[in-house]
């Protein structure tokens, strides 16, 4: 089992940065995959990024590339992302997820833990 708690969203204008972090309880946060997810408004919840158990791989959604950065401090037990150059567009509950699954997915389908997200605003 892990328990994971998001953090680190708010209000921020265009072209500003935050990190988001999820913490994670229970012994086997370092053998999961972690991924971010956000959900806008009226849209379905979409895959931003994952990493491996590691740290070593990581996956991005390809129209988000270069502006996140997904990263873990495994004796921390958290989730990192960063997010810099920040659009309106961007503006989303994002959450933090785990799994066991060999490989970094993502489909939302693949995770089974979750957090209970963060809201990020944008403002123009």
């Known amino acids: 089992q892990v328990q994971l708690v998001e953090s680190g969203g708010g209000l921020v204008q265009a072209g500003g940065s935050l990190r988001l972090s999820c913490a994670g309880s229970?012994?086997?946060?370092?053998?999961?995959?972690m991924g971010w997810f956000r959900q806008a408004p009226g849209k379905e919840r979409e895959f931003v990024a994952g990493i491996s158990r590691s740290g070593g791989m990581t996956r991005y959604t390809d129209s988000l590339k270069g502006r996140f950065t997904i990263s873990r401090d495994n004796a921390k037990n958290t989730v990192y992302l960063q997010i810099d150059t920040l659009k309106p567009e961007d503006t989303a509950v994002y959450y933090c997820?785990?799994?066991?699954?060999?490989?970094?997915?993502?489909?939302?389908?693949?995770?089974?833990?979750w957090g209970q997200g963060t809201q990020v605003t944008v403002s123009s």
């Open positions: 229970g012994r086997t946060f370092s053998t999961s995959v």
């Open positions: 997820a785990a799994c066991k699954t060999a490989i970094v997915p993502s489909s939302r389908t693949a995770y089974d833990y």
